[in-house]
T-cell receptor, first 115, second 113 residues
Framework: AQKITQTQPGMFVQEKEAVTLDCTYD???????LFWYKQPSSGEMIFLIY??????QNATEGRYSLNFQKARKSANLVISASQLGDSAMYFC????????????FGAGTILRVKS | DGGITQSPKYLFRKEGQNVTLSCEQN?????MYWYRQDPGQGLRLIYY???????QKGDIAEGYSVSREKKESFPLTVTSAQKNPTAFYLC????????????FGAGSRLTVL
């Protein structure tokens, strides 16, 4: 079964600086997808970025990039030039093809951006 | 705009009552999901449905029931058998192909009094 581990319960970052949120995963499926979602205090889940296991390059979406290290089974999210609006909970997730492509989520990391 | 609508946003229930949370999507997605989120924790899957008139249990289905009579709708009933129903409930859907990104609704917060 898939498993996602996020070891940082909370992180602080100074505005305009970069921050890395850690995510490690475990799976026996050779083909998998990794996702990052942002959850502001309002509760909605916002999709940020996706990385496929066979993608040759690390995914990037604006200020978000995914540092994908397949051998280490890690998929860290890098947020560049942090903004106050980046303060939220961040979840790493993996697709489970065995169960209707459900997403298996990590416990999340709370990010606080300081001015 | 296409999206997922969940209602109500906030719901209070007395112990022993069943409540139904609504989830409607106009994205023409085949698959729909219900997740539960407890404070400070990740999301756990309750039920999912890949096609109309078919659904499967997720990791924490006990005390919940669903139906999928229409492609657009996937209501969740929290029954009196659910021991600890106070939580935040998120509905999601997924289309075919591509990265299979889950699109979420805004959530429903259920509190048992």
């Amino acid at each position: 079964a898939q498993k996602i581990t996020q070891t940082q319960p909370g992180m602080f970052v100074q505005e305009k600086e970069a921050v890395t949120l850690d995510c490690t995963y475990d799976t026996s499926d050779p083909s998998y997808g990794l996702f990052w979602y942002k959850q502001p205090s309002s509760g909605e889940m916002i999709f940020l970025i996706y990385q496929g296991s066979y993608d040759q390059q690390n995914a990037t979406e604006g200020r978000y990039s995914l540092n994908f290290q397949k051998a280490r089974k890690s998929a860290n999210l890098v947020i560049s030039a942090s903004q106050l609006g980046d303060s939220a909970m961040y979840f790493c997730a993996m697709r489970d093809r065995e169960y209707g492509n459900k997403l298996v989520f990590g416990a999340g990391t709370i990010l606080r951006v300081k001015s | 705009d296409g999206g997922i609508t969940q209602s109500p946003k906030y719901l209070f229930r007395k112990e022993g009552q069943n409540v139904t949370l609504s989830c409607e999507q106009n994205l023409n997605h085949d698959a729909m999901y219900w997740y539960r989120q407890d404070p400070g924790q990740g999301l756990r899957l309750i039920y999912y449905s890949q096609i109309v008139n078919d659904f499967q249990k997720g990791d924490i289905a006990e005390g919940y029931s669903v139906s999928r009579e229409k492609k657009e709708s996937f209501p969740l009933t929290v029954t009196s058998a659910q021991k600890n129903p106070t939580a935040f409930y998120l509905c999601a859907s997924m289309g075919q192909g591509g990265a299979n990104v889950l699109t979420f609704g805004a959530g429903s917060r259920l509190t048992v009094l």
